[in-house]
């Protein structure tokens, strides 16, 4: 596992539990960390935050949809500003084509 994070507070709460990760801000951070985690045959899950899909969503579901690794967990940030059921809905809908 690894964590892509946009705040210190969700990185020591995830290295407390073992899950090394880093801290970005810019899309071409998430988007650099995440290439580079996704060539790292050791890694199979790679948790991020809600605010960094939103800022990468095509290019991060462009990774879930065309790699069979890692796997990609959406996680709330730490002020829980959004849905993650919102957001997996949306994926399946894009994904399967239909309406849950």
Do not use: F, W
């Amino acid at each position: 596992m690894y964590l892509i994070s946009d705040n210190v507070d969700t990185q020591v709460g995830m290295r407390l539990a073992g899950i090394e990760g880093v801290v970005v801000h810019q899309p071409d951070e998430v988007m650099e960390a995440l290439n580079k985690v996704a060539d790292d045959p050791d890694i199979g899950i790679v948790l991020m935050t809600s605010k960094l899909i939103d800022l990468c969503r095509e290019q991060v579901y462009a990774i879930k949809q065309n790699r069979q690794r890692p796997l990609i967990v959406e996680i709330p940030d730490r002020h829980g500003e959004t849905s993650v059921g919102a957001a997996i809905t949306s994926y399946i809908r894009e994904a399967v084509g239909i309406n849950i």
